[in-house]
């Protein structure tokens, strides 16, 4: 019943932007942080972005602190990473997670790509 839905990922072009979605359904959203991970290539999957229970409690990873906003509307069940100043470093799948009922949830990830 529970699921998350990333979307807004694409290509773009070094130093341009785009804004990631997560709908949420299935569970009461506004109960429960979220958190943005992402995974490139041979990678681990890293911790991005986590967001408390509204816009007043966030977290960054040092990489991405100033260049990335995590928000989230509970109105619409969705959390969003606003990703400004892109990098090819940046070029990952990037996921969203909520911990409930003992697990980790993930949505299926959306593909991000950093290039000329």
């Known amino acids: 019943q529970l699921k998350l839905v990333e979307s807004g990922g694409g290509l773009v072009q070094p130093g341009g932007s785009l804004r990631l979605s997560c709908t949420a359904s299935?569970?009461?959203?506004?109960?429960?942080?979220m958190t943005w991970y992402r995974q490139a290539p041979g990678k681990e999957r890293d911790m991005v972005a986590a967001?408390?229970?509204?816009?007043?409690?966030?977290y960054y990873e040092e990489s991405v602190n100033g260049r990335f906003t995590i928000s989230r509307d509970n109105a619409k069940n969705t959390a969003y990473l606003r990703m400004d100043g892109l990098k090819p470093e940046d070029t990952a799948v990037y996921y969203c997670?909520?911990?409930?009922?003992?697990?980790?949830?993930w949505g299926q990830g959306t593909q991000v790509t950093v290039s000329s």
């Open positions: 997670m909520t911990h409930l009922g003992g697990s980790d949830h």
């Open positions: 299935g569970f009461t959203f506004s109960n429960y942080g």
């Open positions: 967001i408390g229970l509204d816009d007043n409690l966030v």
